[in-house]
């Protein structure tokens, strides 16, 4: 007879093909019934906060809906950080753990619900009747809202008979919202004729607008106004016409694309939250831009934004193209156009707008210049690639000169939540939702060292398709440019130089120790080789930390 945990991993198989996890007492017995009765894949990690964020990189590297299980107690309590992590990002994801028994807490349990709600996710808890619907309706709650949702096993209802698992229902998610009523009509009508007499009009699309699939309609958009064009870090890729498109907003940005956007007299978001790094903490648009944002959220989500519409990016800017091609919205264009003026993506100064700092072989303290060392990795890494940025100091020199097609290619983990060390076990992730590209991960040496149980899963799951690219600057890098620089004591903030070639060998990978521009080599040489015949690859960068990110530096300015 079926089990609880039967019920709970045949259906959960109608809406994962993935699954990352440690296994214990709580979830042994869903992992046997995942093993031998789903076409379920799962992937050991050697931590639980490695499972939910190999399962957020996962789906954020385009896998669909992810999936992460771990035990009670410690088991689920390690996983907070990534848990949060995965919450401020909004993944849909489904963690499985076990949970005290119906009869009470043991003397090692603690209220996990309060610990899920705490971070921001909801706990759904199976019992022995309704295992299969709860587990329907846990997933049906993470696709709905685009959050992590936690579903409880009490250990004593793990193994009882449940009967026969029932079909699993078919889900029903919300559609997109369009932008109707006579307010949401009137104000497209109303931004349409705004960007029609815009002498220069941008459009600023983030992740929001990527998985609404405005991509196309937004470039057609651009085309029939003129409008320049830009992306938030989780954005880039979204517009279909490169030439005229501005790159990162924010620090990771050029300072020639950042004044041209700051010269924008209209601009209008699709899909973007206008965190304090994309705005460039309120300097991004000048003094009089009229901000226009289109986002789901309940209301703007900055001061600077002068009108909110709250609908789906696509539909909005479908809405948008055919205002502006009907008619009249046609002969209003073709009025503007005859006056002479050119649109502003033909007369705007192009020329060198994602030029970046070349640097130098070696800083002042005789090591590595990361942005030559970056410079010169943008060169030879291949071409299809994943990029994995851990966060920390060194996120800038990935995202600055390791140009990635789309936004599933450059999955940026701890960001959201502003943590660090979920690098190593979103390298997993990644590799299982895209079988095909290199899987690069950048990773400073705090991070790296605060991920270490996981290097194996990223050597073992990436194999001869991932490299790892250690910032190694023997420091933790942001706290000594911010804190540092006020005078701080550094003793705290300065690790041991740690050999992480080494390690990576040790762990059945390759390694190499770059301190010098020339070392890079040994990444051509690996990447020409066939995959069957490489393993995972460690570049251990010996860069200096005396040289600043700009998107360090705007940190930097908004705390004087």
Do not use: C
Not at 222 to 233: M, Y
Not at 335 to 347: D, Y
Request: charged fraction near 20%.
């Amino acid at each position: 007879m079926p089990t609880v945990s039967t019920q709970v991993a045949v259906t959960l198989s109608h809406f994962v093909s993935d699954m990352f996890g440690v296994m214990g007492n709580g979830n042994a017995h869903l992992l046997d019934a995942l093993d031998r009765l789903t076409p379920v894949e799962y992937t050991a990690v050697r931590h639980e906060s490695g499972a939910v964020a190999a399962a957020d990189a996962y789906h954020r590297a385009g896998g669909g809906l992810a999936a992460a299980t771990t035990t009670y107690g410690a088991g689920f309590s390690n996983t907070l950080t990534a848990l949060a992590e995965a919450v401020q990002a909004r993944s849909p994801l489904v963690l499985v753990v076990g949970d005290e028994p119906t009869s009470g807490p043991r003397d090692w349990d603690v209220d996990q619900i309060a610990l899920a709600s705490a971070v921001g996710a909801r706990t759904y808890t199976v019992g022995r009747t309704d295992a299969a619907a709860t587990t329907a309706i846990a997933v049906e709650h993470a696709l709905s809202y685009r959050l992590p949702v936690v579903l409880a096993l009490p250990y004593d209802v793990a193994t009882v008979e449940a009967g026969p698992v029932p079909p699993a229902p078919a889900l029903r998610l919300p559609e997109p919202v369009p932008p109707t009523g006579a307010f949401a009509e009137a104000a497209v009508r109303d931004l349409a004729r705004v960007l029609r007499e815009a002498e220069r009009p941008l459009l600023l699309a983030g992740r929001g607008a990527w998985l609404a699939g405005a991509g196309e309609a937004l470039g057609r958009l651009a085309a029939l106004t003129g409008a320049l064009t830009a992306t938030t870090a989780l954005g880039r890729g979204v517009f279909p016409e490169a030439r005229y498109d501005l790159g990162v907003t924010g620090g990771f940005g050029s300072e020639a694309a950042m004044h041209l956007i700051a010269r924008a007299d209209v601009a209008v978001v699709f899909g973007a939250s206008l965190n304090a790094f994309t705005m460039r903490f309120g300097e991004l648009f000048g003094p009089g831009a009229l901000v226009t944002q289109v986002d789901l959220a309940a209301s703007a989500t900055h001061p600077h934004v002068g009108r909110y519409l709250r609908a789906d990016a696509r539909l909005v800017a479908e809405a948008l193209v055919a205002e502006l091609e009907a008619p009249a919205g046609r002969a209003e264009l073709a009025g503007a156009g005859g006056t002479g003026r050119r649109s502003w993506r033909e007369s705007a100064p192009l020329d060198g707008v994602h030029d970046r700092h070349e640097g130098e072989a070696f800083a002042d303290d005789g090591r590595l210049d990361p942005r030559s060392a970056a410079r010169r990795l943008g060169e030879l890494l291949p071409a299809d690639r994943v990029v994995v940025s851990d966060g920390g100091h060194f996120m800038g020199w990935a995202n600055m000169y390791w140009p990635v097609a789309s936004p599933d290619r450059m999955v940026m983990v701890g960001t959201a939540y502003q943590s660090i060390g979920l690098g190593f076990p979103s390298v997993a992730g990644a590799a299982r939702a895209r079988p095909e590209p290199v899987i690069v991960l950048s990773t400073g040496d705090g991070g790296g060292l605060m991920a270490l149980a996981d290097f194996e899963t990223a050597v073992r799951t990436a194999s001869g398709r991932g490299i790892a690219v250690v910032w190694n600057d023997a420091a933790y890098g942001a706290e000594v440019n911010l804190y540092g620089l006020k005078g701080l004591a550094q003793h705290p903030m300065r690790i041991p130089e740690v050999d992480f070639a080494a390690i990576g060998e040790a762990l059945g990978g390759e390694g190499v120790v770059v301190r010098h521009l020339d070392d890079l080599d040994a990444v051509r040489a690996w990447a020409e080789r066939p995959v069957a015949e490489r393993r995972f690859l460690v570049v251990d960068l010996r860069i200096s930390a005396e040289v600043r990110s700009p998107h360090q530096e705007e940190i930097i300015r908004s705390t004087r």
